[in-house]
């Protein structure tokens, strides 16, 4: 006989699943030895090999069903698995759960998807992990994605006023804008506030050293200040495309041209590995962390 207490140690153990352990204990009488060799030999307890490596490689994925749309990033360890048919039908099964299923958080997505995870990470032979996903759904417009340099980049953005062939023209622009010039933020409006007086104190410093005279230097910071918005805020940036437009007046044109108001709500840019170097240890104690829930 065995108890729950000792399927939770087998699956600590070899990391393989709840009804996997439960099998072996089963088979095995409930000796927990013989049960952890029982799964090594059904080629089970792989992922528990894995679980000491670091996953610094991977993709970003995007999925959209109807008004809704999901971007994931998944990480394993090498370039070389993340280009496979195999692991990209894994984080595209994770970005149709996503966006056809409710998922409170990241925490939820990782134990949701812990047994496929763990079948992947034995099938694959490489650690996988689930790093992170974004999900919108369009009330009053609708949603595009777009991947960039076979999921090295992902765009996800939302676009109000109309679901119209002319709305996901303007939509698919944007995404293409959102991913080649890095917005951080949609407008001013959306810079903290700590944010934008730390940027301040860096442009007064920078304007002081330059020898500017006091008097002057404030003027500057605010000129300066202006600059800071066109290069990191999505309507004022200026069109790839076309610089002579900014984002904003690219949508005025759309919202003219249709006699429709058309307006940016929200984006999101994954970039994989985006502030994690990768194999340093933030990096690895982010995804060990992770793969530890």
């Avoid at 149709?96 to 134990?111: G, P």
């Avoid at 099938?123 to 777009?146: C, D, L, N, P």
């Avoid at 002579?244 to 041209?257: A, F, G, H, Q, R």
């Amino acid at each position: 006989m065995f108890t729950s207490k000792d399927v939770m140690e087998l699956r600590k153990k070899t990391g393989a699943g709840v009804a996997d352990c439960q099998k072996a204990l089963k088979e095995t009488d409930g000796n927990m030895d013989k049960a952890v060799d029982f799964l090594r030999e059904k080629g089970m307890a792989t992922a528990a090999k894995k679980a000491s490596r670091i996953a610094a490689e991977g993709i970003v994925a995007a999925k959209i069903v109807g008004n809704t749309g999901v971007l994931v990033e998944v990480n394993c360890e090498t370039d070389f698995v993340a280009k496979g048919d195999q692991y990209k039908a894994f984080v595209d099964g994770v970005a149709e759960y996503v966006a056809t299923n409710e998922v409170a958080d990241i925490d939820a997505l990782v134990a949701a998807k812990s047994e496929d995870t763990i079948a992947a990470t034995a099938k694959i032979g490489e650690k996988i992990a689930i790093r992170r996903f974004v999900k919108y759904t369009a009330q009053a417009g609708i949603v595009e994605s777009y991947i960039h340099m076979g999921g090295k980049v992902g765009v996800l953005v939302e676009v109000e006023g109309c679901t119209c062939d002319s709305a996901k023209e303007l939509a698919h622009d944007v995404a293409l804008q959102i991913a080649a010039a890095k917005p951080l933020y949609l407008n001013a409006a959306e810079v903290p506030a700590e944010v934008l007086e730390h940027e301040k104190e860096i442009l007064k410093a920078q304007a002081l050293n330059e020898g500017k005279p006091a008097a002057i230097v404030d003027r500057m910071v605010e000129g300066r200040v202006k600059k800071y918005y066109d290069e990191f805020c999505l309507l004022n940036q200026a069109f790839v495309k076309d610089p002579s437009l900014t984002i904003e007046k690219l949508v005025k044109s759309y919202s003219d041209k249709m006699g429709k108001t058309l307006s940016i709500k929200r984006f999101t840019r994954f970039e994989m590995g985006e502030g994690l170097e990768k194999r340093n240890d933030d990096f690895a104690a982010e995804v060990e962390a992770q793969m530890k829930k």
